[in-house]
């Protein structure tokens, strides 16, 4: 008696395990959505988050907010830098201050008053040598103080000239390059110091935070990951020998069992699956010499199709 209550359990199992828990006459997909990862660009702490798991976000909207201390002094950094490197390049383009003309041209005209009496001096004597009232060598003493006086009254002129006019123009260019230089440093902190804010790309619902307020976010690890609405799609996996029931821009009406809701929909592609672990339908019926499909099926409302789970069932009636 005992073995024939066995041998009853055994096939009870067998033919539980053997039977299909789906109606044939029912094809089952899901609800599909290109999903979105966030990653940050520079290394920080997160300082604050803004937003939490399923909410819906903008694009723009700050997700949340980094602590980089380094980036702070770097900038007071990059910011001195520049004022060094404009005050060189003013001071190259404008020349000497006002004191410093007024030295010079003082100095001009103790020159000039030098020069004019080197030349009296000269105009009296060259008369005087001719006659030979005084000797050739003290004519030339006379000559060569106003020959001395006109070099440095020429030297100094070409001085003030400089200083009005700037340094050379190598020295100008060297000094804007070094501005442009330390600006550029600048503008590079500026942007490290926007990249604190994480902010959404796209419109999208957020799915996963992956790290919490004071953890360490490491350049290109993922802060978050949403879905995006617009993008849903329902996707079904069926048999060559189905292919019939489908054609492209075909209105197809699919119910969504968790809600006990209808929605309709146009197939929009329908492709051949490469690997058997795309498989979209739960239980695809299907003969093993038929290769597998994979139909994707676009939403007419996509607000009403924004509002369903990810991943949740649908069905269509055969």
């Keep these: 008696m005992k073995k024939i209550i066995i041998l009853y359990s055994i096939a009870a199992i067998t033919l539980s395990c053997n039977k299909k828990p789906h109606l044939d006459s029912v094809l089952q997909g899901k609800v599909e959505r290109d999903e979105i990862s966030i990653v940050g660009k520079v290394a920080g702490r997160i300082d604050r988050i803004l937003v939490s798991e399923g909410d819906f976000v903008k694009k723009g909207d700050t997700l949340a907010i980094l602590d980089i201390p380094e980036v702070e002094a770097k900038k007071s950094q990059a910011q001195g830098a520049v004022l060094s490197a404009k005050a060189q390049y003013d001071m190259s383009v404008k020349g000497a201050t006002a004191n410093q003309l007024k030295q010079l041209n003082a100095k001009k005209s103790a020159l000039k008053e030098q020069y004019e009496f080197a030349q009296k001096s000269l105009k009296r004597l060259e008369a005087m040598v001719q006659d030979s009232l005084i000797p050739q060598q003290q004519y030339d003493e006379v000559f060569a103080k106003y020959q001395g006086a006109k070099a440095q009254l020429i030297a100094v002129d070409a001085e003030i000239a ?157």
Excluded at 203 to 211: A, G, H
């Design 162 to 318: 400089d200083v009005q006019h700037g340094v050379r123009v190598e020295q100008q260019n060297m000094a804007l390059g070094q501005q442009d230089r330390a600006l550029g440093a600048l503008q590079e902190v500026e942007t490290a110091e926007k990249e604190r804010y994480i902010v959404a790309p796209q419109d999208m619902t957020i799915e996963n935070i992956t790290l919490r307020t004071g953890e360490l976010a490491l350049p290109g690890y993922t802060l978050f990951t949403g879905s995006l609405n617009e993008s849903t799609t329902f996707r079904f996996t069926i048999a060559e020998s189905q292919l019939s029931q489908f054609e492209k821009g075909k209105e197809v009406t699919l119910h969504v069992p968790y809600n006990n809701s209808s929605i309709k929909g146009k197939v929009k592609n329908i492709k051949k699956l490469g690997s058997y672990a795309n498989i979209a339908t739960a239980y695809p019926d299907y003969e093993m010499q038929d290769a597998l499909y994979e139909v994707t099926i676009s939403p007419e409302n996509n607000n009403a199709a924004a509002a369903l789970l990810s991943q949740s069932t649908v069905t269509i009636n055969q």
